[in-house]
């Protein structure tokens, strides 16, 4: 869904630019306060989110080069919004898909420049809030179960794809430079999106479920909706055979603090699929036009399409310049974009995190001290 130059006019473009702009600014302060555990309510979550946030970047990069079929002669691709906010949370979601959109407009010649503030806009902001507020909404009615997230994954997913549709239906209503029937295009653009939201659901809702298999502190959805581990004396024994525990003396010591897991092998993980998506699957992805461009085509929504400023880049269309074996240029441009992507967003993340701590290390403590006397 990544629009071109010259589907939108300037002073929509501007507008939503404008749009763009305020809602990263808000997403900065917000993914401040993600990335230092405020979810969480501890350092750890720090830790934990800010490498893990910088692997979500790279990884939608990655599965977006994954297009897969949904009608004849049309394919779709991964937005992320529900994804990245599902994983790491909202705001830093959105700053997520923008690290993601910026590098793909840039370095590849995918989704204008004047059009970037509409892309993200549409995909990285629309998506992650409807997803996110939808995703919270089942969670509170569903069960308090590990299932319950990746179902609410699915469907807020599902839903947020549509959604982005409508969303460009509207910027399309306001600002198309082609006279086209704004019926036709929401009907067309709807009725696409709708089969394209259901390869986004599959994935996020496989992603998700993989990560809280393996570590479900890592997902900003499940935050206090896992269940901690039970110890029983015996494996026949049911919590009501089980004693009640004593009463801890006065005296005795505090328990001690369970070791901090480390992110270490699932960020492994994490990367070497996305190298994998980008730099070998990526290959087989469907070379059907997506469900914009196959609208534009059949509509007539391109009639003033614009080419792309970076059209001539060494990477423009996701391959290697002058590499002519097809299968080692696409490659290697998928490795390279998902290193540049891992390495720009985990570089805003880290810094974000390292802000947001030195901000709390510069605070007086004379509000903890008055609060302890009063006590």
């Not at 947020?160 to 029937?181: E, H, I, K, N, R």
């Amino acid at each position: 869904m990544h629009v071109p130059d010259g589907f939108i006019n300037a002073p929509v473009s501007v507008a939503t630019g404008a749009v763009a702009a305020v809602a990263v600014a808000v997403s900065l302060r917000g993914a401040r306060r993600e990335l230092a555990g405020a979810g969480a309510g501890s350092v750890a979550g720090a830790e934990r989110t800010a490498p893990l946030a910088g692997l979500v970047a790279a990884f939608i990069f990655a599965v977006q080069m994954l297009n897969f079929p949904v009608a004849a002669g049309t394919s779709g691709h991964l937005l992320g919004g529900a994804l990245a906010a599902i994983l790491v949370g909202p705001y830093t979601g959105v700053l997520c898909v923008s690290v993601v959109l910026l590098m793909q407009g840039v370095l590849f010649a995918d989704g204008g420049l004047t059009a970037l503030g509409v892309n993200i806009t549409d995909m990285a902001i629309v998506t992650t809030v409807v997803a996110y507020g939808l995703f919270r909404g089942l969670v509170k009615v569903l069960p308090r179960r590990r299932r319950s997230i990746t179902v609410a994954s699915f469907v807020a997913a599902l839903i947020s794809v549509p959604a982005a549709a409508v969303a460009f239906t509207g910027l399309y209503a306001l600002g198309g430079t082609a006279d086209v029937p704004i019926g036709k295009v929401f009907t067309a653009m709807v009725g696409v999106h709708v089969l394209i939201g259901i390869g986004e659901a599959t994935i996020t809702a496989l992603t998700v479920g993989a990560v809280i298999a393996v570590r479900p502190d890592l997902v900003y959805g499940a935050r206090g909706l896992t269940k901690p581990l039970e110890l029983r004396t015996s494996p026949l024994a049911t919590p009501a055979d089980e004693p009640a525990p004593a009463a801890a003396p006065a005296s005795a010591a505090p328990a001690p603090v369970a070791p901090r897991r480390s992110v270490r092998r699932v960020w492994l993980a994490g990367v070497a699929a996305a190298l994998v998506c980008a730099g070998g699957v990526s290959y087989y992805a469907s070379a059907s036009p997506d469900g914009l461009e196959k609208v534009a085509h059949d509509h007539g929504i391109d009639a003033k399409a614009e080419d792309h400023a970076a059209k001539d880049s060494p990477l423009a269309d996701y391959s290697v310049k002058d590499i002519t074996d097809p299968r080692l240029a696409g490659g290697l441009a998928g490795v390279i974009g998902v290193g540049a992507t891992l390495a720009v967003g985990t570089g805003v993340f880290v810094v974000l995190r390292r802000r947001r701590n030195t901000g709390a290390d510069e605070q007086p403590a004379t509000g903890a001290g008055r609060s302890s006397e009063n006590v």
